[in-house]
């Protein structure tokens, strides 16, 4: 271009081009310092300039964005519960919406937000499937997949400890939040079943414009979280609900008789997808023909309609819990030991976590059962044998007619009775079991159901079953094994106590069975850091035992005992020391100075003083206790004996 004004040459050519192939020429009336400058973004040349060079961007980073679609990253981490279902059918307009706005997104095209999309509507709608699904079709498109429970904020922390593991981390959920913030290879978190309306799952997601969450739960409020999106789940189309029923009942020679049939099923389950795979295991089962399944559902519905359901104002509600009801009135029909112990363990299962159930726990709780070493065993001479035996058999008493640990013999453990009633559980679609560990999972809607069909003059015993079978499964054995299990027993210990124990011990007595079953539920909470429910369980005990027993009783003491060792697991020492001294001075005047249980709680409250000597904070001028040094090593195997030996006496 003409680069002189007025005749009037500001620099010469050669400085102000590069003459090179392709150079986009702009003639500009400035000289080096000024030709960058412009006084108001309505100058024609700096408008000219803008436009130029942001179609010179776009050019250069299509090239880029065109490549992702074609590229294949190297999917390292891959951390799912579950593989999708062979089964599923349908929802493409919803996977499709997930692929246009759920891959991973290259920085030049700007998208810096994090994506996060959330599904939400009814449970057994098919939520989970459809993130399963997505995962597994897009597995090398991200660097790590990784699943979190999103029901509780315990299962949210444990979810983001499995990451850390399965990425060779030890770190606490804050750091692993703030590892992965910082991750720049494609990552995708999934948050399953954050139901909660009390639980703000969002104080969970990392931090920063990184990464891509799928979010499902039951809650329309959640759908504040999303950046790219949110869709409700509800019906599945006509024709794909058809197709679906077909596929899981396994009906390989349609007809237009089959697809009329069908048609009238899935309209009277209200395209439900849960509710149409579960009929889909009837009719596979062959327990019900096509013809007869509407009637079938009639006649159970009109007995359906007098329980009250959690989700009692949803008409879908009332058809998943339909569906369920007659799978059990097929249950039931069978008449055998087998369908008896299934509906035994399906009474069972709903004070539990609704994921994770194991055989070990029934194994756990026969063999302690049979070889009394969860410590009620009889620790002293013949001549309180009688005494003894009366009250070990206690925590016993609420098991001793449950049919899989009865049918699995007395020599030893038997494991066919317990596979074989959840296998039959498994062929309605009310359970499902993991082929790779054997683990059992639930819907969390089925294992609603499963409670609220409980009739409430038998709650209570039920409750008591399945809190003493927990209870019993832990021992007082201090192997590695034993840790792992009871770990593994934390999550169901929370749903067993959140469902009747705080009335329970309300008005309990200090001989009651529940103020055993808190003991060992204490010792799993401690040594899996839950200490401030553990101290709650314990000051619920001690105020019972203090009300019922009086203050100096030797279960009153060990009660006081525990709670100063809790106080020392959060750094109350001074509460800690003041309990302790309690224990320690009355222990002498009713037991003596040489009792084991003097002696005990002598070392424990020597501990608490040097733990608290080293704590920065504390005041205390006390000194520790002199304890003959032949006695150290014995006292401290005696920390946990101590409440195994007075649960035997």
Known sequence: GNFTHNSNQIVEKSSALLEVNGEDQIPVDANHSDMCKFETRDDAVYDKLSKRINRILKAKSRPLIESMGSTILHNKYYNIPYNVSSTFTGRNKICQRLQETCLP??????????????????GGSGKTQICLKFAQDNREKFWGIFWIDGSSSQTVEQGYKDIGRTCGLEHDVKSLQRWLSNVEDPWLLIFDNADDPLLDISRYFPTGGRGTILLTTRNPDCRIHATVGSVELGQMELDEAVLLLLRTAVVENTSGDSEHLARSIVQTLGCLALAIVQAGAVLRQNLCTMQDYCSEYVRQRQQLLSY??????????????????????????????????ALELL????????????????????????????????????????????????????????????????????????????????????????????????????????????????????????????????????????YRFRRLLVPHIDSCLQSRLKEILSTGDAESITLRIADKFTLAYTENGRYQDAIKLIEQVLEIRKRVLGDEHPDTLISINNLALSYNNIGRWQDAIKLGEQALEMSKRVLGDGHPDTLLYMENLNKTIELSERDSDSEDGKKPLKIPSRLKKWIGKQRWALSRDREAR
């Open 105 to 122: 997104s290259s920085v030049a095209m700007g998208l810096r937000d994090q994506k996060r999309f959330v599904l939400y509507g009814l």
């Open 308 to 341: 009250q359901p959690i989700q009692a104002s949803s008409d879908y509600e009332f058809t998943v819990y339909t569906t369920w009801e007659i799978s059990v009135g097929m249950i039931r029909k069978m008449s055998n030991k087998t369908a008896s112990n």
């Open 347 to 482: 009474q069972f299962s709903p004070f539990l976590h609704f994921d994770g159930i194991s055989e070990e726990i029934l194994k756990e709780a026969w063999v302690n059962m049979h070889s009394k070493e969860s410590g009620e065993n009889e620790q002293s001479g013949e001549n309180e044998q009688s005494e003894q035996s009366e009250q070990s058999e206690e925590p016993f008493k609420w098991i001793q007619h449950f049919g899989v640990l009865l049918d699995s013999g007395s020599n030893e453990w038997d494991p066919y009775p317990f596979r074989e009633a959840i296998a039959l559980l498994s062929a309605f679609s009310l359970i499902k079991i993991d082929g790779i560990n054997g683990q059992i999972s639930m819907h969390p809607l089925v294992c609603l159901w499963a409670r609220d069909r409980l009739v409430e003059k038998d709650y209570s015993n039920l409750w008591a079953q399945a809190a003493s079978i927990l209870a019993v499964s832990i021992s007082w054995e201090f192997r590695s094994s034993d």
